[in-house]
């Protein structure tokens, strides 16, 4: 989806991210909110309090189409 352009924004949650997905991103214009200062947006992570806020905010910069990808119990 990366290479395909079809991400309109990210959530990185308990990730530092990898630098050629995160540059890729950055270069389509694709926000991205993690859950720690790497990223520029980002949340305090408490998993589905922040899942939450990290959502409205990609809401809030006019993202419509999210996916989420995560390892969570």
């Known amino acids: 989806?990366?290479?395909a352009e079809r991400l309109a924004g990210v959530l990185a949650l308990?990730?530092?991210g990898e630098?050629?997905?995160i540059?890729?991103?950055?270069r389509q214009g694709v926000p991205i909110v993690g859950s720690?200062?790497?990223f520029e947006h980002h949340v305090i992570y408490d998993?589905?309090?922040?899942l939450s806020?990290?959502?409205r905010c990609l809401l809030d910069l006019?993202?419509?189409?999210?996916?989420?990808?995560g390892w969570m119990e």
């Open 1 to 3: 989806d990366v290479e």
């Open 14 to 16: 308990s990730t530092l």
């Open 19 to 21: 630098e050629w997905w």
């Open 23 to 26: 540059q890729k991103l950055k």
């Open 36 to 38: 720690n200062t790497y």
């Open 47 to 50: 998993a589905w309090d922040d």
């Open 53 to 55: 806020k990290a959502f």
């Open 62 to 69: 006019g993202r419509t189409k999210i996916a989420y990808i």
